[in-house]
């Protein structure tokens, strides 16, 4: 379908929630279920993993971890690994993360989920499906890319989100949007470089997005196949949990970045 033929569509802010307040069966009713982005101001403000996580800590509690450098802003496709140790003593100039899938029914908590706590008004352990520790330049990011349910939990730093619906069946046009922008944006290609012109040409092409700004202790949701860029607007770090939705199969693909979807695309 020709972008001339659509109407621009709008940007539109997401919801930012207080989240003080929140239960998990308002989370559920009105942001999970029906898909919704929401910005959970200050929802791990508390949690042990904000005071705790320090360069030196997390080296020496975690350091054995291995991790991925990610030299551009598609961390999924980045093949260099070491250990976190590793990453913070030679390449904490660039960007990383640390992905794991998860066995709830493992009844050891794997070390990275311990200042996490389980469960919350958002997410409970037997619902995580994988999980990953994340430092981030200023200046980077992730160019956009959808899987399952995520919640990204940021220690500190600032974010810039744009996010729009790329689901195959509800939003095909979102999802025609962004297998095009994979293909526009190869190996060495930056947030930044699609944050200069991307957001408007998804809009162009008749996809609403939804932009918002994260600040340490902020939550955000994003929505199974969703997708979502971020632009680092300064050093950042923390955590993101990737869920399962109560009822619903996922089947394994060869190849998939971050979930077993089929619908997915990494970057």
Not at 71 to 92: G, N, V
Not at 147 to 156: E, P, R, V
Not at 158 to 178: I, S
Not at 204 to 228: K, L, M, N, W
Request: with cysteine; charged share 20%; hydrophobic share 35%.
């Amino acid at each position: 379908m020709s972008s001339a033929t659509l109407e621009v569509a709008p940007s539109l802010p997401v919801e930012a929630v207080p989240a003080a307040d929140m239960t998990h069966e308002h989370f559920m009713e009105n942001y999970f279920k029906p898909r919704v982005p929401v910005l959970l101001k200050n929802a791990c403000a508390h949690w042990d993993f904000m005071r705790k996580w320090t360069r030196d800590y997390l080296t020496g509690e975690m350091g054995d971890f291995q991790c991925t450098v990610a030299r551009d802003s598609r961390p999924a496709y980045s093949k260099e690994k070491c250990s976190l140790r590793e990453y913070f003593q030679q390449y904490a100039h660039l960007s990383t993360m640390t992905f794991e899938t998860f066995e709830p029914e493992n009844q050891h908590l794997p070390r990275l989920l311990e200042d996490i706590p389980l469960p919350n008004p958002f997410f409970a352990r037997t619902g995580i499906n994988a999980y990953f520790f994340f430092h981030a330049n200023a200046d980077g990011g992730s160019l956009p890319h959808c899987h399952m349910d995520a919640f990204n939990l940021l220690q500190y730093g600032t974010k810039h989100w744009v996010m729009y619906d790329a689901d195959p069946e509800v939003a095909p046009q979102g999802w025609e949007v962004l297998k095009q922008c994979h293909e526009d944006y190869g190996a060495g290609t930056f947030s930044r470089d699609w944050f200069a012109e991307g957001p408007e040409q998804v809009r162009r092409a008749g996809v609403a997005t939804y932009e918002c700004e994260q600040q340490a202790g902020d939550i955000v949701f994003i929505p199974e196949h969703f997708s979502h860029a971020i632009l680092n607007l300064a050093e950042n770090q923390g955590m993101v949990i990737i869920t399962k939705r109560p009822g619903k199969v996922y089947k394994k693909e060869a190849g998939s970045g971050y979930s077993p979807n089929k619908a997915q695309l990494k970057v």
